[in-house]
T-cell receptor
Framework: GQSLEQPSEVTAVEGAIVQINCTYQ??????LSWYQQHDGGAPTFLSY????GLEETGRFSSFLSRSDSYGYLLLQELQMKDSASYFC?????????????FGKGTTLSVSS | NAGVTQTPKFRVLKTGQSMTLLCAQD?????MYWYRQDPGMGLRLIHY???????AKGEVPDGYNVSRLKKQNFLLGLESAAPSQTSVYFC??????????????FGPGTRLTVT
């Protein structure tokens, strides 16, 4: 079967750097995505890694190591507005319709 | 562009009642999905569609039915609601093709309570 593991909660202060890890177990792995969801809102796409290495988008970076079945989301220069839940998700090659399998989410709380 | 819209936003049902959730997208996406989100459980796929007139089961399909009569609409039906179906329901869509990053666009959600 497929499974993703990520920490349930992370806390940090404004201006800090935080890393949210994700380990996955799936067959026919295609890529790792990250989504952000503010309380009461819809998930929104943040980043995608199809190949090993680091992808950078402004203050956010995402990393993937396919050999280790591991990835992380790195958030720099944290702001209060970054307080949200972050989900890693995999696109499984054998999942028809290219649906995503989501982790249970990491709640990030940023304090001043 | 409105993106992905969902109606209704909130609904309270009594056990045994039926209802239909409507998802609409104006991005001409082929793929559409219905997820449910429960506290601490992440998003779980209920049903999906890879095109007009096609539907398929996801991870947690029991108690739900879907229809995709028009490309832009994806309906989720609950024939006989149960308290276990109390959840937040999200619809999502995606463009076709093999180009990355396979981003899914989500609607604002429908908060359903079954008493």
């Amino acid at each position: 079967g497929q499974s993703l593991e990520q920490p349930s909660e992370v806390t940090a202060v404004e201006g800090a750097i935080v890393q949210i890890n994700c380990t996955y177990q799936t067959s026919g792995f295609y890529g790792l995505s990250w989504y952000q969801q503010h309380d009461g809102g819809a998930p929104t796409f943040l980043s995608y890694n199809g190949l090993d290495g680091l992808e950078e988008t402004g203050r956010f970076s995402s990393f993937l190591s396919r050999s280790d079945s591991y990835g992380y989301l790195l958030l720099q220069e944290l702001q209060m507005k970054d307080s949200a839940s972050y989900f890693c998700a995999v696109r499984d090659r054998w999942q028809a319709g290219t649906a995503l399998i989501f982790g249970k989410g990491t709640t990030l709380s940023v304090s001043s | 562009n409105a993106g992905v819209t969902q109606t209704p936003k909130f609904r309270v049902l009594k056990t045994g009642q039926s209802m239909t959730l409507l998802c609409a997208q104006d991005m001409n996406h082929e793929y559409m999905y219905w997820y449910r989100q429960d506290p601490g459980m992440g998003l779980r796929l209920i049903h999906y569609s890879v095109g007009e007139g096609t539907t398929a089961k996801g991870e947690v399909p029991d108690g739900y039915n879907v229809s995709r009569l028009k490309k832009q609409n994806f309906l989720l039906g609950l024939e006989s609601a149960a308290p276990s179906q109390t959840s937040v329901y999200f619809c999502a869509s995606r463009q076709t093709g093999t180009s990355e990053p396979y981003e899914q666009y989500f609607g604002p959600g429908t908060r359903l309570t079954v008493t």
